[in-house]
Every structure is written in C-alpha cells, then in structure tokens.
C-alpha cells in the first residue's frame, strides 16, 4: 500500500527554470552585443550544463555557493568570447542572485497537489541535493514547507542522490518500506536511477520536455491536473 510520495525540489516542487531564465536577463541586459539575442532555450541550456558540473563541487565543499555561482558564470561568458575581471564576476553573480531569488516561486499545481496527497492521507517528503539553508529557505518561501512531513537535504543527510543511503535516511523519517513510497523527480540519474537503486517505484517529471531515456517508467509533463496524477499514483 502507497503510504508516501518523495519529491525532488528543485525543477519539481520549485520552479528553479523560471527563476533561473528571469536571472538569466541580467547577463543579456549587461551584454547585450554579445548575447543581448541569443535564443533564451539557449543561454538557459549552456547555463544549466555548467550548473550541474559546478554544483558537485558544492556539494563536495570545495566551493561556496558564491564561489560556483561566479565560477559558473565566467565558464558562461567566456563561452559567448566575453572577457571579465573578478570584479565584474562578483557584480554580475549578486544582480543574477538577486533576480533569482526575487522571481521565486512553486511549480503550477505543486500546493494543490501536496495538499490532496494529504487529504487522501499520504505522507510528503523533500529528497534534494542542496545545501540545507537555501533549501529551506525556499519551501519557506514558496509556502510549501507546512505541506511536507519530511526533508532530506544532501548536506546534512551526508549523502547525495543517486545513492540509495540518502533515499532510505528518507524513508527511515517517514517510517516507510521502498514499496510503500514513490518518488517523483525531473533529474533522470539522480531521482528515477536513485530510486531504483533504493527499490522505489519513480515517476518521471519531464519538465524539460526531453526524450525519455526509458519508456518503462511513467512520465508526466505538468503538476497541474493534481486529480489525474492522484489517480496515477494509485495504480502503483
């Protein structure tokens, strides 16, 4: 019997693209010869590409958040020919970090669904790969931290996704088997894979909207038809 459903937060409960493309305008207002028009899919792909790569070293300790943000962005201008001194690193990472904070805001459908899950009597859960403080920082934000039961941030779980330990310090909060919980992400490796290495049935958040690299596993592309994905879940 299904008694939990285990999210992903950032690009499944928190809307981290639309924040992200809003901050993104701030790189294009500064230069605006250089990528002023390039294509936003664009300057957002390449954005999130050195995210990812740089993020594993937060996670490791070897750089602070401010650090990556402004490792992250002399990668991204470099790419585009942009010269910079660390001083305008500096600048362009607090303007990017400001706007990005500032358009926070729940994926569509997100309350609505942690609130049904609730009313059918399940438990909810965070299973993130972040720093605790800016984590909580932004389900307190977005108003969805009094919808969780639990959270299980890699930083203080000392483990990080795709590894099963920090799926079953999760599951341990809640006091759930692997086969009374799903887990429901947008990262393949780190939230479907995960899953699996931990024996939970995982549901695939496509927000991206990118080929599925297993057509075995269920796939949604919205949180808005909370009914429909309610119902889903049920069949497991």
């Known amino acids: 019997m299904l008694k939990a459903v285990l999210f992903d937060l950032d690009d499944t409960l928190f809307d981290h693209r639309h924040s992200s493309r809003a901050a993104l305008s701030v790189l294009q207002n500064e230069y605006p010869l250089e990528i002023g028009n ?3 899919d664009e300057l957002e792909a390449a954005n999130l590409d050195i995210l990812n790569t740089v993020h594993i070293e937060v996670l490791a300790g070897k750089l602070t958040t401010d650090q990556a943000r402004e490792k992250r962005f002399g990668i991204l201008l470099a790419e585009y020919g942009i010269a910079h001194s660390s001083e305008k690193l500096r600048d ?3 303007r990017y970090r400001s706007k990005y904070q500032s358009s926070w805001r729940a994926v569509p459908g997100a ?4 609130s049904g899950l609730h009313d ?3 438990k909810t859960a965070i299973i993130s790969n972040n720093l605790v403080e800016e984590q909580m920082d932004k389900l307190e934000h977005i108003g ?3 919808l969780l039961d639990s959270t299980t941030i890699s930083e203080e779980a000392g483990f ?7 799926f079953e310090i999760a599951l341990d909060r809640l006091a759930c088997k692997p086969g009374e919980a799903i887990m429901i992400g947008d990262a393949w490796e780190n939230d ?3 899953a699996r290495n931990a024996d939970i049935a995982a549901i695939w958040y496509n927000c991206y909207l990118t080929e599925s690299p297993d057509k075995s596993v269920p796939e949604i592309r919205s949180l808005e038809d909370s009914a429909g994905l309610i ?3 049920s069949s497991f």
Do not use: E, F, Q, Y
């Open 38 to 40: 390039v294509n936003m």
């Open 92 to 94: 362009i990472a607090v």
């Open 111 to 114: 309350k609505a669904l942690l």
């Open 120 to 122: 059918r009597g399940l």
């Open 144 to 146: 969805l931290l009094d």
């Open 160 to 166: 990080a996704k795709p590894d099963a330990r920090i």
């Open 192 to 194: 479907i894979i995960g």
């Open 231 to 233: 119902r889903l879940l």
